[in-house]
């Protein structure tokens, strides 16, 4: 009961704070923060606890592979979302949502058909991140001009979507076994109850910047699951984990240090 209370915590926190950061921060820097090791981190780290670390290491193999599902999940968000503007918020989200999770399967039961080397997953990956920046760069940036009010209504929606999503993908490792285990913890468990409820309060256009940006944030998350593969059976879960959330967040500050400097300078010389 204990480790389900933390489930639940762990995940609500996590999800709260990531759609707050979108509203004040702005979905450009929530798509590359959603980069960050959040969802993943949180499953692998449940699945560790409960089937042990070396069926995590595999299920870690099989996340790489996993946010390749994720990117084609985001895909098809935007270019169905893209495709039924003309029908109302009731029609919108649902379809865009089913045909989502649909690419989502779909790149997984391809995934689980092939046996992966850590470094052959990770490498797949980032061609899939190359590929999914071309693909999402004529996304146009925009901001959240007028925030809505935060009703305990949103909170209830936001933290259900979030903990309901661990506790499912978490408790079923045993059953679905390594390989799926680790392809589901690519789903975007943070990102995806995000993009409901900008897509619901806002319309698809910050939806789109969250996932114009969410590809660039992601070598974060490689870096995280290469590194827990190795951390894992060495230093064990906890220092593990620690390790690896420092290793992704070097990267990441790193990126935004990189980001910030190139539009500073675009900015001086007015280009």
């Not at 004529?138 to 809505?148: K, L, P, T, Y």
């Not at 995000?194 to 319309?203: E, K, Q």
């Amino acid at each position: 009961m204990s480790l389900f209370i933390a489930k639940l915590a762990v995940s609500i926190i996590v999800v709260l704070g990531l759609s707050m950061l979108a509203e004040r921060a702005g979905p450009r820097v929530a798509g590359v923060l959603s980069g960050y090791p959040l969802g993943t981190a949180i499953l692998l780290f449940f699945i560790a606890i409960e089937q042990g670390v070396h069926f995590a290491q595999e299920s870690a193999v099989y996340a790489l592979p996993g946010l390749i599902a994720t990117l084609a999940f985001l895909y098809a968000y935007y270019l169905v979302s893209r495709a039924v503007t003309h029908m109302s918020l009731l029609w919108q989200v649902p379809i865009s949502s089913l045909a989502s999770f649909a690419a989502f399967v779909f790149v997984s039961w391809l995934g689980q058909l092939f046996t992966f080397t850590l470094f052959e997953a990770a490498g797949a990956l980032l061609v899939a991140m190359v590929v999914s920046i071309f693909l999402f760069r004529s996304i146009e940036n925009v901001s959240i001009a007028q925030r809505i009010r935060i009703t305990h209504g949103i909170v209830a929606i936001r933290a259900a979507t979030a903990a309901l999503i661990v506790v499912a993908i978490s408790g079923a490792a045993a059953i679905i076994g390594p390989r799926w285990s680790g392809l589901f913890a690519g789903f975007p468990v943070t990102l995806y109850p995000m993009i409901l409820i900008l897509h619901v309060s806002y319309g698809i256009a910050p939806v789109h910047t969250v996932i114009r940006n969410f590809p660039r944030g992601m070598g974060a998350l490689l870096i995280y699951i290469v590194m827990v593969s190795f951390t894992y059976p060495q230093f064990g879960i906890g220092v593990g984990t620690l390790l690896a959330f420092a290793a992704a967040t070097i990267y990441l500050v790193g990126y935004s240090s990189v980001v910030w400097w190139r539009n500073r300078g675009i900015a001086q010389t007015g280009g």
